[in-house]
Nanobody, 119 residues
Framework: QVQLVESGGGLVQAGDSLRLSCAAS????????MGWFRQAPGKEREFVGS????????FYSDSAKGRFTISRDNAKNTVYLQMNSLKPEDTAVYYC????????????WGQGTQVTVSS
């Protein structure tokens, strides 16, 4: 099992930046690809981006592309989501998730961190 804990959420204004962190523990971090998802009130959880570890370069949803960047520090067992030019529609609970390399299923999830963007 791998345990994931997100942090860094908060209340910001439109146009601001925020960096979320996800700390992993329990298993060898480098054996996992990491993804970020979000869920806005009344909506289904949606994919934000993945570091795509083991397969290639990171990729992002259309809404995140050009504004969000995923990075990871294997020495710290941490993955980051840098969010720039935030918009009110980015308001959501953000979750990090892990999938084992070679798997397409994210089966380890954090508890989420709230991001609220005011207009």
């Amino acid at each position: 099992q791998v345990q994931l804990v997100e942090s860094g959420g908060g209340l910001v204004q439109a146009g601001d930046s925020l960096r979320l962190s996800c700390a992993a523990s329990g298993r060898t971090f480098s054996n996992y690809a990491m993804g970020w998802f979000r869920q806005a009130p009344g909506k289904e959880r949606e994919f934000v981006g993945s570091d795509n570890s083991g397969l290639g370069i990171p990729f992002y949803s259309d809404s995140a592309k050009g504004r969000f960047t995923i990075s990871r520090d294997n020495a710290k067992n941490t993955v980051y989501l840098q969010m720039n030019s935030l918009k009110p529609e980015d308001t959501a609970v953000y979750y990090c998730a892990a999938r084992e390399l070679g798997s397409h299923v994210y089966d380890h999830w954090g508890q989420g961190t709230q991001v609220t963007v005011s207009s």
